[in-house]
């Protein structure tokens, strides 16, 4: 089993910037990815950012240019940098970790609220 904490969500204006921070622990030995996906009021949960244990990456494309996703394999945490937040980037961000890049475990999530 792999437990994952995530942190760092909140409130902020558009073009502002948030940090979301997902530490795991457990049989982290298992995987092989971990990301982020978001989930807006009434949508599907949809990913965002994905990063492999070999430091590949993948972002949806309306993040692009304006999130990063990293990690600190000593720390066994993943970051999701997310800098000119949208108002459409409102929503539940869930860190996850994958085993063979299938997600496999999940966090409780991080609520991200985009407004004025």
């Known amino acids: 089993q792999v437990q994952l904490v995530e942190s760092g969500g909140g409130l902020v204006q558009p073009g502002g910037s948030l940090r979301l921070s997902c530490a795991a622990s457990?049989?982290?030995?298992?995987?092989?990815?971990m990301g982020w996906y978001r989930q807006a009021p009434g949508k599907q949960r949809d990913l965002v950012a994905r990063i492999t244990s070999g430091g590949s990456t993948n972002y949806a494309d309306s993040v692009k240019g304006r999130f990063t996703i990293s990690r600190d394999n000593a720390k066994n945490t993943v970051n999701l940098q997310m800098n000119s937040l949208k108002p459409e980037d409102t929503g539940a961000y869930y860190c996850?970790?994958?085993?063979?890049?299938?997600?496999?475990?999940w966090g409780q999530g991080t609520q991200v609220t985009v407004s004025s």
């Open positions: 457990g049989d982290i030995f298992s995987i092989d990815i």
């Open positions: 996850y970790a994958g085993v063979l890049h299938l997600p496999r475990y």
